[in-house]
Structure formats: C-alpha cells, structure tokens
C-alpha cells in the first residue's frame, strides 16, 4: 500500500533545506500503487520528486508530492562486450554505480556521487567529468500521468542535450520515469580527459579507481549534501554562437575568456563569469555563493526561498550587464 501523509514539511525532502510544507505527500512501492495514486488524486497539482537536489521550493506547496520506493535494479540482457542494467527509478544513482563498479561494468564511473535517483537523472540528463548518463541510457520507461498506460522511450526519442531532455520540455509534467535501461561496457572505456581526472586516478586505472578519483575530487570543491544545503551547480553553463563569443572576446580585449568547443557552439564556464563578477563567497540573507565553486548557491542555514532568489537574480543581472552573456538557472524553481 502506499505511504500518504498530509500537510508534511519538506525539508527532509529537499537538498537546499526548504522548510515548506506539502498538502499531500504520496510514496509508492510499485507500478500499480502509482497508478492507483494517478487515479486517486486526478485534478489536484502533481509533483514527482527524486530527492530533491535539483528543486527550489519557493513557497507551500498545494498539491500531491509522488515519491517511488522502488530502488532495484536488475540485469536483462548481455553480449560479448556489454550489459544492459535495468534500475527502478527511486534507486539512489550513486548506489547504482558504485555496484556497477564493483562488478567491474564500465561507462558510468564519472558520474559518481551526484546527489538524485535514477529516474530524475534521466529528466536532467545529468553529466560530470565528460559523461552524460544519455551516453549509457538504452530506454527510459514512463508511465502516462493522463491515463497510467506504459510508454518506453528510446534514447534519440528522449530528445537529450546539455542538462536537458523531451521531459523538461513538450512532456513536462505529463510522464513518469519508472525504470532507466543502462547499457554498460565489460571493458573498462575510461574517460579520463576532464580537468584533472587523469592525474587523480593516477596508474592503476579501472571503474572502480576513477569513481574513487572523482569522489575524491567532488569532496575537495562541492558542497557535502549532508553538511550543506545546496541544490549543486545552480546555473547551467551558457553556450554561445561562435560569432558572439568573438564580439565578446573582442570588447573585454584585456580578459582572456575561458571556453570549450562543443556541438551547437562555444560554452563558457559559468563559474569564471559569476568569479570576474566578484560574488564568489558573496552573501545575501541566509545565501551564499559557494566560496569554493561559485557555481553553486548555498543555504547557509536559514535560507529563505526569497534570499536564494534574489541571490540568483543579481548575479544574472551582473553577469548581464558586465559581459552581455544570459545565465539561467539549472535548478527548477516549484
Ligand atoms: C551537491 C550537489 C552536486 C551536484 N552535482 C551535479 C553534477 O555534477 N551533475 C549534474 O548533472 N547534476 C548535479 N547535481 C544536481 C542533481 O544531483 C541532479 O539534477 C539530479 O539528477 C537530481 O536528482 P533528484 O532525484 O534529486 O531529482 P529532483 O531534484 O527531486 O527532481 C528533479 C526534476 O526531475 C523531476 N523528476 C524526478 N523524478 C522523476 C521521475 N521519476 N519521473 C519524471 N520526473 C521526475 C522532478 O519533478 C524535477 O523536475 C548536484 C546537486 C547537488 C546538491
């Protein structure tokens, strides 16, 4: 049977720390329970939630807050050089890959320790170190919020770019993810180019080295989501035509502007924008720029909604005005 409980505070349920409430908060065990839930609770607001690391909740909320219990994962197929990994979508991701890696299966190793569950990692196409998880998803399954009936995505039709896919976009809000199919390698393929990686793993290379090695290197620069109230990198990086990039680079003659090449144009690191623009560190009530990565906003510990918002809109106003160049938040504002 599901677990419902009414007018329930979110905080536990939220990395940033938002002490909202929620009139109904729903937790399944199984498909059917999901279901029954959809049929049970048609007309009113639905949320799905993972666990809450990519979510700012800015005020109550007034509706039904899902959550999946189910959290297996399970081996279906296999062939000479790979596995195809099935895994439910409340399964904690980190959890998933550090069992893939134990077992010695490789493409997901870089992705270790970020914060979330399976099936939200497949709406934020959420990525790390050079890997993206749409690099090892086969299929997505969902189920239709209309009307319960099951709908396998393909990868191409899940639509995925930069922190992004078909689900935050034309099916916003109208599919849940109930299982993520994996296919992973039998040979270790490392992908070891992104920042210091390679000299973090050091010799002795295997999926099991690099998590560790990006672990490692998570720890010394991010926020420890059991410390700090954070909801991660809070802006996506913003990738520019190749012909703004230039008049960019052309006006700030005497700053060299970081960039990376990638498909669809050039991107820049949000962090070096909100450094130059002086608010690493810098506080607003109870929200801080992350001293050790400004990318990131943090609860300092009694954040309001307001404090993390207003924080997050002067340093978009500043980025704006002293390089012309738009961020937006990665975060998803409830
Ligand atoms: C310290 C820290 C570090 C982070 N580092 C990274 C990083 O390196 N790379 C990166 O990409 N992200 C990073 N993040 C962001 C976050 O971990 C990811 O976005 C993660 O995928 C969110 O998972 P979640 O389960 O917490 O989802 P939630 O925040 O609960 O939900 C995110 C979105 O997915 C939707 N959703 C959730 N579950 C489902 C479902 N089953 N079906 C349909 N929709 C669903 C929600 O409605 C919401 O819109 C970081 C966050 C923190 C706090």
Redo the contacts with the bound molecule.
Sequence with gaps: MSNIKNDISLLPYN?FRMDVKAKIFAEYSSVEELRELLNQYRGERL?????????LFTKDFDGVILH?AMRRARALDEDGDTVLIEAD?GLVLDELIAQLCDMGLSGMENLSY????V???A??N???YGVEAKDVIEQVKAVSVADGTERIFTNEECKYGY?DSI?KNELQGK???THVVYRLNKRLEPKLDYGNLRSEVGESVSAMSIREAVIRIRQQK??E?SEIG????FFKNPIVSRTDFEAISNRLRDITVPYYEQEGGIKIPAAWLIEQCGWKGKIVGGAQCYPKQPLVLVNTGNATPQDIITLAQNICDSVKDKFGITISPEV?YI
């Design positions: 990395t949320l799905h939630i993972g666990a809450g690391s990519n979510l999946s979508n970020i914060p979330g569950e099936g939200a990692s709406v934020q959420v990525g790390a922190r689900f599919y849940i993810i991010l926020p989501v954070s909801a991660g990198s998803n």
